[in-house]
C-alpha cells in the first residue's frame, strides 16, 4: 500500500483547509464537516468527518469516529465506525473496533478492538515509519 507511488496521507492534505484543536485544549461535543480535522488536544464526543481526520502524538478522543480517512499518532477510546483508509502510526493506540476499506499498521501500533475490512480483496498493510538518520 506504501510503495513508490503511494503517499502517506498527509501528504496528500498539505494545501487543503484544516481545524485544529491545539494541544492544551479540552472540547466536547460533535465534529462535523468536509475539511481536515486534527486533534492535538482532547476531544469527547462524536466525529462525522467527509474529510481526514488526524489524531496527533499527543492528542487523545474519547468518541465514535466516521470519516474519509484516519490517521492516528495519539489515543482514541471509542469505534471507527466507517472510514475509507485508516493509517495507525507507530504511536497510535485505539480502544474499540476499527470498520475501513484499507488499514496500515506501523510497528508498534496498538489495537485493542476487532478490526472489519468492507472488502475481503485488500489485507491489512505494515509498513515502518520513516526515522531520522541518527535513529535506528
Known amino acids: 500500500m506504501f510503495g513508490k507511488e503511494r503517499r502517506r496521507?498527509?501528504?496528500?492534505?498539505?494545501?487543503n483547509p484544516e481545524s485544529v484543536i491545539a494541544?492544551?485544549?479540552?472540547?466536547?461535543?460533535?465534529?462535523?464537516?468536509?475539511d481536515a480535522v486534527r486533534i492535538m488536544?482532547?476531544?469527547?464526543?462524536?466525529?462525522?468527518?467527509?474529510?481526514l481526520v488526524i489524531v496527533s502524538a499527543q492528542g487523545k478522543v474519547n468518541a465514535d469516529i466516521s470519516?474519509?480517512?484516519l490517521i492516528l499518532e495519539g489515543t482514541i477510546n471509542g469505534?471507527?465506525?466507517?472510514?475509507?483508509?485508516?493509517?495507525?502510526?507507530?504511536?497510535?493506540?485505539?480502544?474499540?473496533?476499527?470498520?475501513?476499506?484499507?488499514?496500515?499498521?506501523?510497528?508498534?501500533?496498538f489495537v485493542d478492538g476487532a478490526i472489519h475490512m468492507?472488502?475481503?480483496?485488500?489485507?491489512?498493510s505494515e509498513f515502518a515509519e520513516k526515522r531520522k538518520r541518527d535513529e535506528k
Do not use: M, W, Y
Open 118 to 124: 468492507s472488502t475481503s480483496e485488500t489485507a491489512p
Open 23 to 34: 494541544a492544551n485544549t479540552v472540547i466536547a461535543g460533535k465534529i462535523s464537516g468536509s
Open 79 to 109: 469505534n471507527v465506525e466507517q472510514a475509507g483508509t485508516v493509517e495507525i502510526r507507530g504511536s497510535g493506540r485505539i480502544h474499540g473496533n476499527i470498520t475501513c476499506d484499507r488499514i496500515a499498521l506501523a510497528e508498534g501500533a
Open 9 to 15: 496521507l498527509e501528504d496528500s492534505t498539505r494545501n
Open 67 to 69: 470519516c474519509e480517512n
Open 41 to 51: 488536544g482532547q476531544f469527547e464526543g462524536e466525529i462525522r468527518s467527509e474529510g
